[in-house]
């Protein structure tokens, strides 16, 4: 009778130690969150995309897009750039004439249109365009209000998922600081596709995957040149600018050149990206 007890506790025994080492391994698989370090030294794709607004000539514009950054600039002032910080879901924006970054904090859009929305879309094969990868492109037409709004010639959600849902979370941020403005417009200059594609549907283009080529009803373009992966970022090039001034939207300025603001980038001397022989951008 005693063995017969002293049997049964060490099964007890056994399967508290079971759990105990099942809950530890499956600690010891959490994922542990990368370092800033390690995030901008993480690899990468490179979009070169060429746009142009109505009346204007064309540009090119380089977007390179990792795990936890958004890095964008443009052949009209190349010395200025946007970066996007998937972690803090902040968009800073860079000028280096002024030496200011305009700082832009993920808001969520907690407003209703102020008018009638019927946000409509519709769709055919993109024959126009070759294959990329095997894959077919389809055009999307968007209408608000029965109005013709933006078209857009989107990829599968396979092709470069990744980048994809980075240029999606940039643009629902941008939307959350667009909707900050509604209440000042006077409702004679509301528009149905305005608000539309910056605010209450910003990233409904993206909603059947990566966007190639775009267009808008007031003569903007843009398109996909070329795009390549497996790409690391030039030194410095996800940094921002120590000693410039911040300030976002309706606020006084937050950072002066002698007063750091808190979690301050490294300096950054080199703000152009560039094509290197290494595999970086």
């Known amino acids: 009778m005693k063995y017969e007890k002293q049997r049964v506790v060490n099964v007890i025994l056994a399967g508290f130690l079971w759990v105990g080492l099942a809950a530890c391994a499956g600690l010891s698989t959490k994922p542990v969150a990368k370092t800033e370090a390690e995030l901008k030294a993480t690899p990468g794709t490179l979009l070169i995309l060429v746009e142009r607004e109505a009346g204007s000539e064309s540009f090119s514009t380089r977007l390179f897009v990792n795990e936890g950054y958004l890095h964008m600039s443009n052949a009209r002032s190349p010395a200025d750039f946007v970066l996007f910080n998937r972690k803090e879901k902040t968009i800073y924006n860079v000028s280096q004439d002024d030496k200011t970054i305009m700082v832009i904090r993920n808001k969520a859009v907690e407003i209703d249109s102020p008018i009638k929305l019927d946000y409509q879309e519709e769709s055919q094969p993109s024959s126009a365009i070759p294959k990329i990868d095997g894959r077919q492109a389809t055009h999307y037409r968007f209408t608000a209000n029965g109005e013709h709004c933006y078209d857009a010639v989107v990829m599968p959600e396979d092709f470069m998922p990744d ?119």
């Open 163 to 281: 980048v994809l849902a980075v240029l999606r979370e940039f643009r629902m941020v941008l939307a959350g600081e667009h909707a900050t403005t509604v209440g000042r417009t006077p409702e004679d200059l509301l528009d149905a596709c305005d608000l539309s594609l910056n605010i209450f549907y910003a990233t409904r283009h993206m909603d059947h995957g990566l966007p190639i080529r775009e267009w808008d009803r007031k003569g903007y373009q843009r398109f996909m040149k070329d795009y390549r992966t497996d790409l690391s970022a030039s030194e410095g090039m996800l940094d921002l600018p120590k000693d410039f001034k911040r300030y976002s939207v309706g606020d006084v300025l937050v950072q002066t050149p002698d007063t750091e603001a808190p979690n301050a980038e490294k300096v950054s001397q080199d703000s152009e990206p560039a094509q290197g022989d290494d595999g970086g951008v």
